[in-house]
């Protein structure tokens, strides 16, 4: 069985970076086949995406609340994805989830959750101003 677990959160001060990470495992999962993909959800609101990467780390997608600060990276080697993210807002503050896409074509990196099957349990971002 597939699983992801998310690290790296933290609360920090606006303007601040932190790097998330996700870790997959499982029993015969090859993580190079699967789309990679952060969403987050605050209180009171519904999860959204962040930011994903291709199988092959070839193409990325951003939200656009988050392009131009947030970089997301992948490697196959260690079956890590991560999440950069720079100059905090306040409005970032979220659970930030990772998830996979073992369906995905080798240069999609799809942004819809309902294209991953497989989620972690999250790591908790707070930006504080």
């Known amino acids: 069985q597939v699983q992801l677990v998310e690290s790296g959160g933290g609360v920090l001060q606006a303007g601040g970076s932190l790097r998330l990470s996700c870790a997959a495992s499982?029993?015969?999962?090859?993580?190079?086949?699967?789309?990679m993909a952060w969403f987050r959800q605050a209180p009171g609101k519904e999860r959204e995406f962040v930011a994903s990467i291709s199988r092959n780390g070839g193409n990325t997608a951003y939200a656009d609340s988050v392009k131009g600060r947030f970089t997301i990276s992948r490697d196959n080697a260690k079956k890590m994805v991560y999440l950069q993210m720079n100059n905090l807002q306040r409005e970032d503050t979220a659970l930030y989830y990772c998830a996979a896409d073992a369906q995905a074509l080798l240069l999609i990196a799809p942004t819809t959750s309902q294209n991953y099957e497989t989620w972690g349990q999250g790591t908790q971002v707070t930006v504080t101003s």
């Open positions: 499982g029993l015969a999962y090859t993580f190079s086949r699967s789309a």
